[in-house]
């Protein structure tokens, strides 16, 4: 019988295998990355579209279209794509980010054939009904309303203006007014800018078989998108932010919390080891964040912090959400845990764990094709190759406790981040 009081040995991990994408690029400049898996049946083909948050003139534009682009086109309605798509055991969805939009589909591979008419048909004819659109404002502006009440609901709402600025591309906050100032020209307009007349980018995994790829090649190759203008370079003015921004909640059981400070990204020389500082802090279940608030303090069900990577910036975070009467308790329980990383070097049996813990993380991300396709897709967003993940890999096997120290010195300072509780303080 196995003892479970006593740990499994630690095993090293010596090497990493990537499997790696292979890119197309189809005659109206679409560009296509595949990664095939034999022993799947299903396939995964996304649909990625520069059409995130970032390039809306007006609130809720980006997420609304994304969501209504499949509530009906020219050939079919809302009910007759749904239903289509369920009757050939195809799952059909969207997903909508602060950069990207995506449409995304999953189906068995001798079912692409006959979809990819219809997700044709979807792309470049979304009509947006009018009553669609008025259903949906409806629904969720009750569902805002609700959402008020909600203090992590709220403080997700506000952190990102507190954080870089009211006029910030990046600081898009919902209001009650919002859904009453949507019009349907909006939609279309941000439609046929940014999906329709627009370049995207294919990603294709799971069961990718070469009759999988030249059906969506000869899909997609028939129309010659216009690749559309880069994102300028962001900037951000900290003289527009406070230091603690207190959103008070009348008979309020909980608060929430949001710290935050922007920061380095994936590039930077230094951030392996900002990397392993976060983990450390709160970037796993047995964080110190999580061993002193949650296991030995008992405030919340948990806490965690981690960096952000949009595709201008980055940021680093902490949130939780505890009880109200210890809201400031647990301020200076993250103040103390910041400075003992600052303060005290890590020792080796914590930064032996915290290494093991991050390489299987990375091995456990190439393992299946969607999500070697997914680490793909962020290395494809950055600008970054997979000389990333080497780099990284031997940086955090290298990794000491004097460059640890330095890390959360330069890039986690309390004193720096900008703070909001919603709730009590």
Known sequence: MI?????????????????????????????????LQDDCKVVKLELEFEAGSNFQDKALIATMVNHMILEGCEQYSAYEIASFF??????????????????????????IPKLLPYLQAILYTANFPQKEIENYLKINAQKF?????????????????????????????????NYAEVQRDDLISFYNKRYKAATFQIYLSGKV?????????????????????PLIAMTFDETKVSDLKVIEKKGA???????????????????????????????????RLMSNI????????????????????????????????????????IEFEMNQLHNVLVSQDELKLVKNYILGNIMK???????????????NNQGLSYGYYENLIQEIKEMN?????????????????????????
């Open 209 to 229: 078989s070469a009759e999988v790829l030249h059906a969506v090649e000869e899909v997609f190759n028939q129309k010659v998108a216009v690749r559309n203008e």
């Open 401 to 425: 406790a004097e460059k640890i120290q330095a890390a959360a010195q330069n890039f986690m300072d309390y004193s720096a981040l900008k703070k909001i509780v919603v709730g009590k303080l």
């Open 294 to 333: 949650r296991e030995d303090k008992g405030y919340t069900y948990g806490i965690g912090s981690g960096v952000t990577h949009l595709e201008k910036l980055s940021y680093f975070i902490v949130s939780t959400e505890v009880g109200a009467e210890v809201t400031a308790s647990t301020l200076k329980e």
């Open 253 to 287: 059981i909980q608060s929430a919390i949001r710290l935050g400070a922007v920061t380095i990204n994936r590039s930077h020389a230094d951030f392996p080891a900002l990397f392993v500082a976060n983990t450390i802090l709160g970037g796993y279940f047995g964080s």
């Open 145 to 177: 309303e609700v959402n008020q009440e909600k203090v992590g609901w709220v403080a997700r709402n506000e952190f990102m203006e507190e954080l870089l600025g009211k006029d910030h591309p990046y600081s898009w906050k919902v209001n009650a007014n």
């Open 86 to 111: 369920d009757n050939e055991g195809a799952f059909l969805d969207t997903s909508c980010s602060t950069d990207k939009a995506s449409i995304v589909l999953h189906c068995l591979e001798r079912s």
């Open 365 to 379: 991300g190439f393992d299946g094709s969607f999500n070697a396709m997914a680490r793909f897709q962020m290395l």
């Open 3 to 35: 003892d479970r009081s006593v740990a499994p040995n630690q095993k090293e991990i010596e090497k990493i295998e990537f499997v790696k994408a292979q890119t197309t690029v189809f005659r109206s400049g679409i560009q296509c990355h595949s990664i």
